[in-house]
């Protein structure tokens, strides 16, 4: 190996920095930490630290995201259902169906400026 790394984590990146804390702190019921208004929000879930960020000026061109990407976060849920019901609540219904798949069932959803989450149930075997 080249380097060594210490960590890993996802960082989503918007200038709509506090719509998106806000959004991630009522879906993952925690508040960010560390938090900087207007900068800089961490949330911390089992294996996972999920960042956002609002990027310098100099670099917003770098973080427009096209509309399809080949990223996701995936959440795992015990009960999709109530996943759903609670995207419904914080008015980000997803917009599509259920997909049933090998592994289990998952549905669609988008945060406020249009990240994928997939919301997914494993099959209890």
């Known amino acids: ?18 719509i998106l804390i806000q ?3 009522k879906l993952l019921g925690q508040k960010p930490q560390p938090y900087i208004p207007n900068l800089y929000g961490e949330f911390h879930l ?12 100099t670099d917003e061109k770098e973080f427009i995201n096209s509309s399809q990407s080949g990223i996701s976060l995936c959440l795992e849920v015990r009960d999709l259902e109530s996943a759903i019901a609670h995207f419904d609540a914080l008015g980000y219904p ?11 069932r998952e549905i669609y959803a988008y945060d406020p400026v249009g990240n994928r989450l997939i919301l997914h149930q494993s099959i209890n075997i």
């Open 23 to 25: 959004f991630y702190t």
């Open 94 to 104: 997803p917009p599509g169906e259920i997909i049933s798949a090998s592994h289990g």
């Open 46 to 57: 089992s294996g996972l630290r999920l960042g956002i960020f609002k990027p310098r000026k």
């Open 1 to 18: 190996m080249i380097f060594e790394y210490t960590d890993a984590f996802v960082t989503l990146a918007t200038v709509e920095v506090e």
